[in-house]
């Protein structure tokens, strides 16, 4: 069955960075993009990035641009999501998601705790 | 951008009574292949997101049939029939583009 696995969270400070992983099993991960979403505690969903099946194109939040890059390994069925600069807000639950559009295919992670905190 | 905006905030029902959640945006969803790809969320508490409906009212595998959804252009409407106790949680409308994905602000759905 489908599982994607996030890893790599963890407590760091305001402008600090840290990278986070996404382990992808289940399917032929080289043909989906994959998205990452976020939601800080008690809050809503925020969309954060995503790229492509074959990593030719990276789209991001605004709020993230220029400071979060997303990445994939498909030889090793794994996505990334580096993050610089990191700010309080950034403070979240981070969630890999394949979200198909047009069938019935939406999977996604458990997610993994980033703290920005001094 | 497209804004998308869910009402109510929150939401009191009576097990077994329907329930409904709206989701209107600020411009037509309908896309240039002439699909309108808005989405339903469900997340009970302490769980991921899981998709109840894609394409406005297409049903997720494993969705129970008392969810349903509707609506076009800009007005959206996701439906449950009769409230059971594990539709407890929060609701999120989503609009899925080439570029990313745009979520409504979440209805919380709870029993009176």
């Known amino acids: 069955q489908v599982q994607l696995v996030e890893s790599g969270g963890g407590v760091v400070q305001p402008g600090g960075s840290l990278r986070l992983s996404c382990a992808a099993s289940g399917f032929t991960f080289s043909n989906f993009g994959i998205h990452w979403v976020r939601q800080a505690p008690g809050k809503g969903l925020d969309w954060v990035a995503f790229?492509?099946?074959?990593?030719?194109?990276?789209y991001y939040a605004d709020s993230v641009k220029g400071r979060f890059t997303i990445s994939r390994d498909n030889s090793k069925n794994t996505l990334f999501l580096r993050m610089r600069d990191l700010r309080v807000e950034d403070t979240a639950v981070y969630y890999c998601a394949k979200i198909s559009y047009s069938s019935n295919e939406d999977y996604w992670g458990q997610g993994t705790l980033v703290t920005v905190s001094s | 951008d497209i804004v998308v905006t869910q009402s109510p905030l929150s939401l009191s029902v009576t097990l077994g009574q329907p329930a409904s959640i709206s989701c209107r945006s600020s411009?037509?969803?309908?896309?240039?292949?002439?699909?309108?790809?808005l989405n339903w969320f469900q997340q009970r508490p302490g769980q991921s997101p899981r998709r109840l409906i894609y394409k406005v009212s297409n049903w997720d595998s494993g969705v129970p049939d008392r969810f349903s959804g509707g609506g076009s252009d800009t007005d959206f409407t996701l439906k449950i029939s009769r409230v059971e106790a594990e539709d407890v949680g929060i609701y999120y409308c989503?609009?899925?583009?080439?570029?990313?994905?745009?979520f409504g602000g979440g209805t919380k759905v709870e029993i009176k």
């Open positions: 790229i492509r099946s074959d990593g030719s194109n990276e």
């Open positions: 411009q037509s969803l309908v896309y240039s292949d002439g699909n309108t790809y």
């Open positions: 989503m609009v899925g583009t080439q570029e990313g994905l745009t």
